[in-house]
């Protein structure tokens, strides 16, 4: 009931195209999902989060959908560039008392832009 | 703001020995979280600090002991080694706050 389940693995995608990766839960007491980007020999990046309160949230080039009673969220990358071949990872967490509970990761997407 | 910081980055060890690991929250951040990344995996949770305390932990043997010191900084401990125990280890910190997570470079451990 912890895990956080990340699809696809992998994804390769043209210079300009919408990489999606999706992401799914069963534990309903998570209230907190964010995702992060990941490149080679670095510490994850905080990219963008969301509440389970709202369904769509857009911050620059990213989007993240949530839809709270499938228990899915998914991120968006428009326009994507060869800059954003990364790992990405999904998380979750119970935000209880407004302190960060730990963070349940997904399995990763590894995602190849082409120019 | 130098964000989160910490040491050594690369670490090689032998199997059966000791090593310990440093880390230097964000300015303003009191908790510190401590998480194992397996090749090719995502982050797993091994504990998390606060107020120098060990508030919440995860599925990781006794091997692996923290602590955190008054200016929130931490170390992570690990004892007797094993080859399983080769991976990134991420340090992130946080603030009561807000939820947001902030990660570091990792330091990368080399059991042989």
């Known amino acids: 009931q912890q895990q956080v389940k990340q699809s696809p693995q992998s994804l390769i995608v043209q210079k300009g195209g919408i990489p999606i990766i999706n992401c799914a839960y069963e534990?309903?007491?998570?209230?907190?999902f964010p995702w992060y980007q990941q490149f080679p020999g670095k510490g994850p990046a905080l990219l963008i989060a969301i509440r389970p309160d709202v369904s769509e949230k857009k911050e620059g080039r990213f989007t993240i959908s949530f839809n709270k009673s499938a228990k899915q969220f998914s991120l968006h990358i428009m326009d994507s560039q060869p800059g954003d071949s990364a790992t990405y990872f999904c998380?979750?967490?119970?935000?209880?008392?407004?302190?960060?509970?730990?963070?349940?990761f997904g399995t990763g997407t590894l995602l190849a832009v082409q120019p | 703001d130098a964000g989160v910081t910490q040491s050594p980055t690369h670490l090689i060890k032998t199997r059966g020995q000791q090593v310990t690991l440093r880390c230097s929250p964000k300015s303003g951040h009191d908790t510190v979280s401590w998480y194992q990344q397996a090749l090719g995996q995502g982050p797993q949770f091994i504990f998390q600090y606060y107020e120098e305390e060990e508030r919440q932990r995860g599925n990781f043997p006794d091997r692996f002991s923290g602590h955190q010191f008054p200016n929130y900084s931490s170390e992570l401990n690990v004892n007797a080694l094993l080859l399983g125990d080769s991976a990134l280890y991420l340090c992130?910190?946080?603030?009561?706050?807000?939820?947001?997570?902030?990660f570091g470079q990792g330091t990368r451990l080399t059991v042989v």
């Open positions: 992130a910190s946080s603030t009561g706050q807000v939820p947001e997570a902030f």
């Open positions: 998380a979750a967490a119970e935000n209880y008392g407004g302190a960060t509970n730990k963070l349940i």
């Open positions: 534990n309903t007491a998570f209230d907190y």
